[in-house]
């Protein structure tokens, strides 16, 4: 079922939305479970790039400004979960964090 939606979902990567940046976290947790660590590892690249082109990496929050509150927080924890499962990955692989 996975590959048949696969498509699918890497044409959302360049859609910047937080609807989109979930989903594709939800993909890495995913191939994660399935053990597909090289896939999920690649697919978090793109997650961590598309969360910092959103700015939601940013203390002052200017990448969120235009959110109501709910999507605000809701974009503030997914931040964070990216940033943990870029630092899981990092260590189940070996590979260097991302910045």
Same mark, same amino acid.
Request: proline share 0%; aromatic share 0%.
């Given at each position: 079922m996975y590959q048949t939606i696969k498509p699918t979902l890497r044409a959302l990567w360049s859609e910047l939305t937080i609807d989109h940046l979930n989903l594709t976290v939800m993909e890495v947790t995913f191939l994660g479970f399935v053990g597909r660590f090289d896939e999920a590892w690649t697919a978090l690249g793109v997650v961590c790039r598309n969360a910092q082109a959103m700015e /939601?990496?940013?203390?002052? +929050?200017? +990448? /969120?400004?235009? /959110?109501?509150?709910? $999507? &605000?927080? $809701?974009? &503030?924890?997914l931040w964070w979960e990216i940033y943990i499962l870029d630092r899981w990955y990092a260590i189940c692989t070996d590979r260097p964090m991302r910045e």
């Open positions: /939601l990496h940013r203390e002052d +929050g200017s +990448g /969120l400004k235009d /959110l109501d509150a709910q $999507t &605000r927080q $809701t974009a &503030r924890i």
